[in-house]
Every structure is written in structure tokens, then in C-alpha cells.
């Protein structure tokens, strides 16, 4: 890569890169924490399975296994290739690249797994259910993950953005496949209208989805908020 490009990608990794907040630290941490995020794929289940006969279930299901797996064998292969070193472990960024209570990772960064998966399954999902207002939520959970990594000084915004195109373009794909295996299932006939969003899934449901996102990203503000204090 060009030395402008590492130099840009450098500043731009310090900008976005750690604060004075113990609040917005604490956030960070439990934000890009996948623990955090179980109660949500729950959700995400329990949706899946109520709009969707059996082999469409499955299928589904298969669809956002592969899109995490083949997202993050990308990753550890681009890793073991090209062996950029995390911010956090650079000699050039030395004593300049903030971390979080000690949160620091090992091994190459090139490019984020994190930053992948969340794109990949955003994708995915903003393209199975087709309900734009709660698209942005999807893809909004996808971009502070990405960020959370730069904030932590594991990653840089190089290793995030190619993450995030990496990620966008695992989801497509595998929704195109989904799509053209679902063709060969049958299909439950419903009724058009406003319930249902217009790929077939109750409206409400996938707004529930939403909600689901918002509320956890609400919870751990309050956390966050109340974790100095202790």
C-alpha cells in the first residue's frame, strides 16, 4: 500500500481512536462485546421461525451461519497473509493509540472480522426482510461495531472499511444463493398488505427486531453511565 494511503489511514485511525470518557470507554467495551448482542439474536430466531415454514427456516438459518463463517475465514486468511500489525501493537502509533481498560488483541489485524460479520449479516437481513426504516438499525449496529474496534485501538479504519466491504459482499451473495434455493420450496400464500413487509414477514415483527437493537444499545448506555460510579 502506498505510504500516503498507511499515513491517511493512520490519522484517521487517531481521530477516531479512544477518548477521555470513562462512560464512552465502558460503551465501547460492552458494545463490542458479542455477549451483549445473544439476547438480540434470540430475538432474531424466534422471528425467523414465527414467518417462515420449516425449509425456509433452515435454509435462513444456514444463510447466517455462513455469512459469520465465511466472513471471518476471510479474515484469518487475510491475517495470516498479510500481517499488519493492531494499531495497538504498531511501533509507528506507539504511546500515541489509546486503549480501554487494557482491552488489547493479539495476532495481525488486516482485515476486521467484527466489522465483516455485523456488515455480512446486516445485508443479509436488510435484504430478507425489506423494511427500510429498520434497515438503518442493522446497518447502524454494524458501523458503531466497526467503530468500537478503531476506539479500542485494535484496529484500524482500513482494516474496518474492508471489513465492512468484504462483509456487505458475503451478505449479497448469500442472499442471492438463499433466494434461488427458496424458489424450489414451497411457499405460504398471504395476503398483501400493510402487516407484512414486502418480502412477507409481519411488519411488526421485524420492527420488534429493531426495537430489539435499539433497546439493548439503551441498556448498555445505562450501563456504561453507571459502571464509573461502582
Known amino acids: 500500500m502506498p505510504e500516503s494511503l498507511l499515513t491517511l489511514d493512520r490519522s484517521i485511525t487517531l481521530a477516531l481512536n479512544g477518548s477521555d470518557s470513562l462512560f464512552a470507554d465502558r460503551l465501547m467495551l460492552i458494545f463490542t462485546s458479542t455477549l451483549t448482542w445473544v439476547p438480540v439474536g434470540i430475538l432474531l430466531l424466534y422471528i425467523i421461525i414465527r414467518n417462515n415454514d ?44 489509546a486503549t480501554a481498560n487494557g482491552y488489547t488483541c493479539s495476532g495481525s489485524g488486516f482485515f476486521s472480522a467484527h466489522s465483516a460479520n455485523t456488515m455480512a449479516l446486516a445485508v443479509f437481513l436488510a435484504l430478507l426482510f425489506r423494511r427500510a426504516r429498520s434497515a438503518v438499525f442493522f446497518f447502524l449496529w454494524s458501523i458503531i461495531n466497526g467503530w468500537s474496534r478503531i476506539y479500542l485501538g485494535v484496529h484500524y479504519f482500513g482494516d474496518v472499511i474492508t471489513g465492512f466491504a468484504v462483509g456487505a459482499i458475503v451478505g449479497s451473495l448469500l442472499f442471492l444463493l438463499y433466494k434461488r434455493i427458496s424458489r424450489h420450496m414451497p411457499h405460504s400464500s398471504r395476503v398483501v398488505s400493510s402487516e407484512y413487509t414486502r418480502s412477507g414477514y409481519l411488519a411488526a415483527d421485524i420492527d420488534l ?6 433497546l439493548t444499545a439503551i441498556v448498555v448506555c445505562i450501563i456504561a453511565t453507571a459502571y464509573p460510579a461502582c
Request: charged residues 10%.
Open 54 to 97: 420449516l425449509p425456509h427456516v433452515l435454509s435462513i438459518f444456514a444463510a447466517l451461519v455462513l455469512c459469520v463463517a465465511i466472513s471471518s475465514s476471510l479474515s484469518e486468511i487475510c491475517k495470516a497473509l498479510v500481517l499488519r500489525p493492531r494499531p495497538c501493537n504498531d511501533l509507528y502509533l506507539m504511546g500515541e493509540i
Open 209 to 214: 427486531l429493531a426495537s430489539g437493537l435499539l
